[in-house]
């Protein structure tokens, strides 16, 4: 079959040919902006998780791993964030230059 996955979708990879397939493309700094909204949203229910750990003590080890799972979350939203922005800074020093 030519064309890969895509063709099957009524899609081609090749971008300068007309499809039918949807597609949407955000800036960079958007994305960034996503990625630290992911990050906050991971960290509230982190830190939530962080101060019922006391109201259930029967359930603690099992609920300090929900509370490193979504901290971790947060982590990665807010590294992806920083290189997004970054990237998009060297973007427009590059264009500036």
Request: with cysteine; aromatic share 14%.
């Amino acid at each position: 079959m030519d064309g890969g996955p895509a063709a099957r979708f009524g899609g081609s990879l090749n971008p300068a040919k007309r499809s039918d397939v949807f597609s949407m493309q955000i800036s960079v700094k958007l994305a960034a902006l996503f990625a630290f909204v992911f990050a906050v949203v991971c960290l509230w229910f982190a830190v939530d998780a962080f101060k019922s750990l006391a109201d259930v003590p029967a359930q603690t080890p099992g609920a300090a791993d929900f509370v490193w799972f979504w901290g971790f979350l947060a982590g990665v939203g807010l590294v992806l964030g920083v290189v997004s922005w970054t990237i998009a800074d060297r973007q427009t020093q590059d264009k500036d230059d």
